[in-house]
């Protein structure tokens, strides 16, 4: 991944339609978490009805954040997204901390955790050694920087053809439950109800959640969504309906096809619910699709994730370099060049733990949930400070809606410490160790 750091300016242009808006909202959160996390969800729900439930429930209390979200995007449309929602409402001191948190925990730390994923089904299908899988890792997460490097266009078809394949593996498993049914087989009986309590639901919602995380990072398309005030709108909400819509039924295909027992002990369940219902060729087959799953989401995390590198650069003068927006690829090429080196040194660090998965996880969860808090909060201040505002959208039901999403998000701040523990240490270490830039902003400020 060698390139010129390049230095013709120019600015972002409305070149996102609604459906390429939907199209990335859609492969960033249709991801590879639907074919790992609901064995943990049903683990902790304690019943097949409550699994169920769990997965509606999340749906809607994603819809819920997004209209919050919806309401910041459209009154302050930027292509620095969270950055410049933070910035406005705490100033720019707490901006910069989440930009050095997101650039070096957040989302380049989201960004080696799916490609770790990717890496551990391409290994089963080409082997590379017991490295292969961090292999994989840091050979995919360069391809797609240079993909999008080379400009928004070719970011953009890659996201089709990838989210496209993201979807075709849901609708297959979907498919297989219908071959199961109609080839006269028979699931294992529901578990008897075990009263989990709400500690352990909640457990379960902390799994269902981060299954459905990823919605926010539409936040950073408002600038370049066509009719963005409008359209941030529609994509959030016709994204999370889709998304919805297809966990339900992936989840109700699982508990179909394999029972609740069986669902709860399975480490790859699309894996056995294909060999199910198609025998050993069905399974490999799946793992190539949820390979494409993994791109479909790595690929839209770094499309997005460069754009608050591309902010922070026009704000400081000392880190004007990464807020060149290239006027060929119609992107922010130098800033891309520094998301993927970051990544590349987090797949190395994942590469020698137990797993780089988990790694990343632990990594980059309670810093995240942070900042989600502040920026739920946010709303409330925004609407205090400005009363008399014209906004193109206000979320419905407020102050009830907004204080549901900022419930959520201090919940699952305490759940993500409480089950990452001394895993999250090295997260918070690395946001700490980012105090120096509030010395940049000073600096800014005295000029």
Known sequence: MVAMLRKDSAAPRETLSLANGM???????????????PAQVAMFAGDSVTYLALWLLGGGLTLI?????????????????EYHFLSRAYGRGTALMFAWARGTVIQTGAIAFVAFVYG??????????????????AIIVAV???????????????????TSMDVIALVTLIVAALVFTFSGA??????????GGTGMLGLAMVFVLLTYGGWNEAAYLSAELRDGKRNIVRVLAFSIIIVTLLYFLVA??????????????????????MRAAFGPVGATLISV???????????????????????????????????????KGENPANAFLLQGAIALALVALGAFTRDGFKTMV?????????FMTLIALSLFLFRRREPESARAYRVPLYPITPLIFLGTCLYLLYSSLDYTKAGALLGVGVLLAGTPLLLLKQTRQAE
């Open 23 to 37: 199209e990335l909202v859609v492969g960033m959160v249709v991801g590879v978490g639907v074919f790992a996390t």
């Open 65 to 81: 954040g997004a209209l919050c979200y919806a309401e910041i995007a459209t009154a302050h449309r930027h292509a620095g997204g």
């Open 120 to 137: 551990d089904y391409a290994q089963s299908l080409v082997p590379l050694g017991s490295y292969g899988p961090a292999i994989h890792a």
């Open 144 to 162: 797609f920087t240079a993909i999008n490097m080379a400009g928004t266009a070719q970011g953009k078809l890659a996201q089709k053809i990838f």
């Open 186 to 195: 028979n699931p294992a009986p529901a578990a008897t109800p075990t009263g």
């Open 252 to 273: 109700w295909t699982y508990l179909h096809v394999l029972g609740f027992d069986a669902l709860q002990k399975s480490s790859t369940i699309a894996a056995d619910v």
């Open 289 to 327: 699709f949820v390979c494409g799953a993994a791109v479909s989401t790595l690929n839209a995390t770094i499309f997005t994730g460069a754009r608050v590198y591309y902010a922070v650069g026009r704000d400081l003068p000392s880190l004007k370099l990464f807020g060149i927006w290239d006027a």
């Open 362 to 370: 632990d990594y980059t969860t309670p810093v995240f949930w942070f």
